[in-house]
């Protein structure tokens, strides 16, 4: 059961982007801390990942949107996690340099126990990210709080937070 939840994540994954791979916006990677339950050093925590452009946007461009798709590994305390994540992100750039930014989306963790006493309940979870950064023109830089969460629609819910750099290169 497990492997054809992995398997349906992928497909998933793989086939919204590839509808509209002329609109790659940006290929990023980002490193931090876990910091809820803790991780087990500095930066525990490594995603890459692309961004497609959506249709919809502002008529100033100071909204934006696309999708994030993303591949995450997270040395948790109790084991080593890999992610997969899909999320809508919506952009507010509101001066020429600075941006912030909210993704609410999906995730798929392949380990649940994070920490001793911290099982996130199950493989399926939400990702919700806040963002803030400043763009250079061909390259981005950003800090951002992510939370996994599956909304309480199992048992367990601890939920897990990171912090994180992002480095995105624009196209």
């Not at 525990?44 to 008529?59: F, H, K, R, T, Y």
Request: net charge negative.
């Amino acid at each position: 059961m497990q492997n054809r939840s992995i398997a349906g994540a992928l497909c998933l994954c793989l086939l919204l982007p590839a509808a509209s791979a002329e609109a790659l916006e940006q290929i990023y990677v980002q490193s931090g801390k876990l910091l809820h339950p803790a991780g087990k050093s500095l930066l525990d925590d490594i995603e890459i990942g692309a961004g497609w452009a959506l249709p919809w946007q502002s008529d100033d461009g100071k909204w934006r949107s696309r999708v994030d798709l993303g591949l995450g590994f997270t040395n948790s305390k109790s084991d080593d996690a890999w992610r997969l994540m899909i999320s809508p992100v919506l952009r507010y750039q509101p001066w020429q340099s600075t941006f912030f930014e909210l993704g609410v989306g999906l995730a798929y963790i392949s380990k649940t126990l994070w920490a001793p006493g911290h099982d996130m309940g199950g493989h399926w979870q939400f990702e919700n990210r806040l963002g803030v950064g400043h763009d250079f023109g061909n390259f981005e830089l950003s800090l951002n709080l992510t939370h996994y969460s599956n909304g309480g629609l199992q048992q367990q819910n601890p939920g897990a937070e990171m912090l994180g750099i992002r480095f995105a290169r624009k196209f």
